[in-house]
């Protein structure tokens, strides 16, 4: 495995212990289809929540939420749609959020939530 891919993994697996933490119920993890793939898809309530998780080594190049811009937001809606109907899921309110870790080298990794980005 790559080093970025075990990060990436690494990132993924302490937001779902988080999220869990949190109450939310996990659906699915690393769901792709052709448009692309969405990192965590859960269950908060009646709502569904669909997770970004991005995670860095250092913000030297700018925060992990940076990397989540509009058109990364509408790449997740339309995934989000996808999934709903494969699945054939019908949910009144869905959520897309986006969690950004920073896992430096030494030391221990820090975890921020953004709910409801647009």
């Known amino acids: 495995m790559r080093a970025k891919d075990a990060l990436g993994r ?15 119920v996990i659906m699915d993890r690393n769901w792709r289809c052709s448009l692309g793939e969405l990192d965590v898809v859960a269950r908060d309530g009646a709502r569904l929540v669909v997770c970004e998780v991005k995670t860095r080594r250092s913000e030297a190049f700018g925060s992990p939420f940076e990397a ?3 058109r990364k937001v509408r790449r997740l809606r339309q995934l989000a749609i996808r999934w ?3 699945r054939q899921v019908h949910v009144p ?5 986006v969690i950004g870790i920073v896992a430096p080298p030494t030391g221990p990794p820090t975890l921020q939530h953004l709910r409801g980005v647009e």
Do not use: C
Request: proline share 4%; hydrophobic share 40%; glycine share 16%.
């Open 10 to 24: 690494f990132g993924e697996d302490l937001a779902v212990q988080y999220l869990e933490g949190q109450g939310l």
């Open 68 to 70: 989540v811009g509009p």
């Open 84 to 86: 709903l109907e494969e």
């Open 93 to 97: 309110e869905i959520r897309f959020d």
